[in-house]
């Protein structure tokens, strides 16, 4: 039974940082590659991240291009995601995702999803 279970959301004011984990489970990780999506209220999920199974490639939304890191560590079967600079518009639920092979920009593409970790960050 695949699992992924995300950690690290809060409250933060805006221009500071978190960083969420992704802990994944029951596949074999190095297999896959990982996003982040995210979703406001309201509003339909969005492509925040994602990154190769190696951990070479990666890549963002252009709305945090420049604020938001995405990493793994194959060893531990985990995925982080940095985020810095953080505005109010970047409240939201926050995803993890696992999609075997290739990365992928749509949430459909993706095969297995965690149950999501709140982020709110106050102006």
């Known amino acids: 039974q695949v699992q992924l279970v995300e950690s690290g959301g809060g409250l933060v004011q805006a221009g500071g940082s978190l960083r969420l984990s992704c802990a994944a489970s029951?596949?074999?990780?190095?297999?896959?590659?990982m996003g982040w999506f995210r979703q406001a209220p309201g509003k339909e999920r969005e492509f925040v991240a994602a990154?190769?199974?190696?951990?070479?490639?990666?890549n963002y939304a252009d709305s945090v291009k420049g604020r938001f890191s995405i990493s793994r560590d194959n060893a531990k079967n985990a995925v982080y995601l940095q985020m810095n600079s953080l505005k109010p518009e970047d409240t939201a639920i926050y995803y993890c995702?696992?999609?075997?092979?290739?990365?992928?920009?749509?949430?459909?593409?993706?095969?297995?999803w965690g149950q999501g970790t709140q982020v709110t960050v106050s102006s």
């Open positions: 029951g596949l074999t990780f190095s297999t896959y590659a």
């Open positions: 995702s696992a999609r075997l092979n290739d990365r992928a920009t749509m949430a459909g593409e993706y095969d297995y």
């Open positions: 990154i190769s199974r190696s951990g070479i490639g990666r």
